[in-house]
């Protein structure tokens, strides 16, 4: 779950409820924090929430889930039930479609001679909505792509062009410190990343040291950046007394 913005709360609660609990959706990292709605859920249960998206199918992994501010309970997602037969056959073919589509977008935009890269494809559970996620160096004429999407799939069809940063965000993977990626679970707003960051820090500025899965200098480079030019300035005040 991403952080809080601004929260008037000044203490922290490590409350258990029964009313919470952690769900997955497909190979997402983070768990998303949802309202039970009273009905009592143990880990490995397929259900069906209510996200701002439409309704999502997903898997009960922390039951129950530790709710630490009362924010966080509030924008909790609300599960509508628990999964049955139906429910299932649509996310199998909310599945089929999206590895299907997303061979098919790559072909067909090959064919279409655009220069864009299908990063990933969101189908809504019932497969009347989609959404393909792509990079491209440049704005992308899709009108006639999009068109051929929704009759092959008959579906509504959204093209979402996103950066190099988002898509590393979107797809996940691990770091060069052998954790999970941090865009892909907390960070959510990406501060501005510069070359001085890495200078600053005494930093190897090999490429393939201080870059990331996204091809970009590391998000890293920027959370300590701030402690170390009060410390520099320090440094040298001193240094430059000592030689008075």
């Not at 589509?101 to 655009?114: I, N, P, Q, T």
């Not at 890293?220 to 000592?242: F, I, M, S, T, V």
Request: one cysteine or more; aromatic letters at 6%; a positive charge.
């Amino acid at each position: 779950m991403s952080g809080c913005q601004g929260c008037a709360f000044k203490g922290m609660s490590t409350a258990v409820e029964d009313a919470f609990v952690g769900v997955r959706f497909g190979e997402e990292t983070n768990l998303t924090l949802c309202a039970s709605g009273g009905q009592i859920f143990t880990k490995g249960d397929q259900v069906v929430v209510d996200l701002d998206s439409g309704p999502a199918y997903g898997r009960v992994v922390k039951s129950p889930m530790p709710v630490f501010k009362p924010c966080q309970k509030s924008s909790a997602s609300r599960i509508l039930r628990s999964a049955d037969g139906e429910d299932t056959d649509a996310h199998d073919r909310q599945v089929r479609n999206q590895e299907t589509a997303k061979l098919y977008c790559r072909k067909r935009a090959e064919e279409l001679g655009l220069e864009m890269k299908v990063s990933k494809v969101d189908f809504s559970l019932d497969s009347r909505q989609a959404k393909f996620y792509f990079t491209a160096e440049s704005r992308v004429d899709f009108r006639r792509l999009v068109r051929d999407l929704s009759k092959r799939f008959s579906a509504k069809v959204k093209m979402v062009q996103i950066g190099a940063r988002d898509e590393a965000g979107l797809l996940g993977g691990i770091g060069v410190c052998g954790r999970t990626l941090c865009c892909s679970t907390w960070l959510k707003d990406f501060r501005p990343i510069s070359i001085q960051m890495a200078k600053r820090q005494n930093l190897s500025l090999n490429p393939s040291k201080i870059s990331g899965q996204c091809g970009r200098l590391l998000c890293c480079l920027a959370y300590e950046n701030d402690q170390y030019e009060p410390l520099k300035k320090k440094r040298k005040k001193g240094a430059d007394a000592a030689s008075a």
